[in-house]
């Protein structure tokens, strides 16, 4: 007899630009498949290939994923747990926690999150239980994308108020600069940028598959891009495509850039960046007639000198007035706030007893091996012993008998491996939620299709009910759900409630295209667009915006890019099987003619070393990747490799020139043939 069939809309919350909506198929009450939801307009009835394989299996898989809470009974590292009932974990964390409290130390309680689930409650409202108790917050941008969002603050008040994708069919060219949608953002690669009207300009030193689908593909070597965006300028005003009125009107210091463009001839340009002249020529002219869009990558900002590149690629719009006008403007990240979502409303910063405190990821090995400074770590949506930098140094830190480490995941990760104690995370497709693309301007339904997993819980169920252990009182610790979903609708100012939300799936915020910057005003302290100021001055970088070069890496050495893969999200899937089997081996690619010169082939082991760590990898052949680079994908974990690390090994935690924050695609390494 056919069972009763139903199916559910919802929305698929991981860190990535396309925020697909999605359709679960129930039979008898129970998932059979999690698939694209035809109608939604990202996705449109397909979710992408990593997805597809891991919602179909280990994360509906209860002898994957976590199920009850857990207690060491081994080593730390070793991963020996026995099972605890939710009493008994939340008790002992408490147990631990009280005294920490009652000597007034809640600093020393470090806390590390980020965006395993990216769902807008999952996301922050635990931050609330680490206000009250006033932990210090592992800053969670420092390893992401803090130096341009810093960058674009100090310049235009905001880095979280980009172009409405929607004004595409208005622009006539699309300069996509240091991303990878084809992996990143791989339904916006598929539809968004193949069907815009406009040319497409990818700058990147990777020849990815966005890249090769763009009218026009510069590929400089990698930290070389301030000295680009100053080669665009030279030719921009050489043609005379300068927007006069703009910069007179709305923007302050730009006659100080101006002097040095002078020199930034496109010959020159293509002595230190290794791009053609012609092509430069060839993509200002594009990019400066306009009207244009600039889609700045996070990867672009990941490198020693991220600020200064975000500050010089900034100034593209502004010199050609391409802001506040249909078919204009950049898109880093485009936030909640401008759906009207009140930024301090989820997080509760005000039930800190104190200044919030936070520290980088670049210094979190450092501060966990300090006693005094680190007496309890919470790792919750974030993988720790994956993503971050100094692994070596992270994970002997992580060994210290005396750091009682509380640990939520929906699996067990390298970094769960650690815990005292572990807690086990219900999935998204357990629980109700909100979720904003960061690219599109929606609002979508993240809808309960299931019960969780288990005895696994939502992490804001975690955190109330451990404020409940703690016997803390402030209502805002115990909020519910359905509170929780009611205000935030509220605050968007759409006219329907989260069940009329789940119907539809998602809902474009407004009718029309916004379009930032139309009334020409910038939350800086002049009101302006500001090139110069004193922020930059304050983080040590010179007054006025420079084309920087970084060096080259010395003779033998390779720079090592370490981006999204299109088969992991972070380091989410790396435990999925049928993932395993598509990204193969853990690889190191290289073009074939640094593999030639090194006297490498395809399938050769390699040890890759620098001064932090080293890894063995096997060689992987491609032309995509310019000589001198090595690519070494993100997010695999590192117990299933025989190294036990990844990438992030190498990674010295050295940070950009601005927000402490990452600088991972300037790490450099030796290459040593294993086998030959
Ligand atoms: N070498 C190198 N390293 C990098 C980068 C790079 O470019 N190169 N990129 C960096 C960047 S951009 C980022 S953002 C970081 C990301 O680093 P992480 O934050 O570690 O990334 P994820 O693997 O997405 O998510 C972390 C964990 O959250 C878990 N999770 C999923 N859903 C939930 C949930 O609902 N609740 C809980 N409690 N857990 C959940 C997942 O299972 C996963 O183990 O990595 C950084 N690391
Ligand atoms: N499949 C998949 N999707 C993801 C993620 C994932 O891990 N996997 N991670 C998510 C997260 S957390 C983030 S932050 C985003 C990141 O997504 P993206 O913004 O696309 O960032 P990355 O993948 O780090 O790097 C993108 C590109 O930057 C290039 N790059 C590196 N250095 C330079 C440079 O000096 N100049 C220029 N011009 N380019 C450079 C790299 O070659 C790479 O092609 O993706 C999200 N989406
Ligand atoms: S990870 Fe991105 S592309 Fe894949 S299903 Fe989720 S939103 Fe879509
Ligand atoms: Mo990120």
Redesign the pocket.
Known sequence: MPGVTESIRT????D?????G?IVIKTDGVIDRVK?DPDHS??RGT??????LA?NAEWRDPKARLSTPLKRIGPKGQGEFAPISWDEALETIAAQLRPILAEGDGASVIQTHYTGTFSLIGYAFPLRFFHKIGATEVDPDTVCNKAGHAALEAIFGTSMDGFDPRSAKEASCILVWGANPSAS???IHKHWLAEAPGKVIVIDPIRHPTAEAADLHLQPFPGTDAALAFALLHVIEREGLLDQSFLEAHVSGWEDVLPTLTSCTPEWGESVTGVPAALIIEAAILYGRGPSLLWLGQGLQRQRSGGAVFRACSLLPIATGSLGKPGTGFLYLNGTDSRGINPSYLPGAHLNPGIPLSLSHMDLAERLEDADQSRMLFCWNNNIAASSPRQARLRAALTREDLFTVAIDLFPTDTTDYADIVLPAASFLEFDDLVCSYFNYSVSAQVKASEPIGESLPNQEIFRRLASAMNFTEPELFESDTAMLAALLKQTGLPLDFAALSVRGTVDFREEPLIPFADKKFATPSGKIEITSLQFEAAGLPRVPVPVVQPRPAEGRLRVLSPASPWL?NSSYSNVEKVRAQSGPADVGLHPLEAQRRGLQAGDSVLLRNETGQLTLQVSLSERIPPGVALVHKGRWPKLDPSGANVNVLNGGERADMAESSSVHSVEAELIPLTN
């Open positions: 929305t698929c919350p991981r990535c630009y396309d925020a697909c999605m694209g990202v996705s979710l992408c290939g990593k997805c597809t919602y953002a791989p339904h999200m």
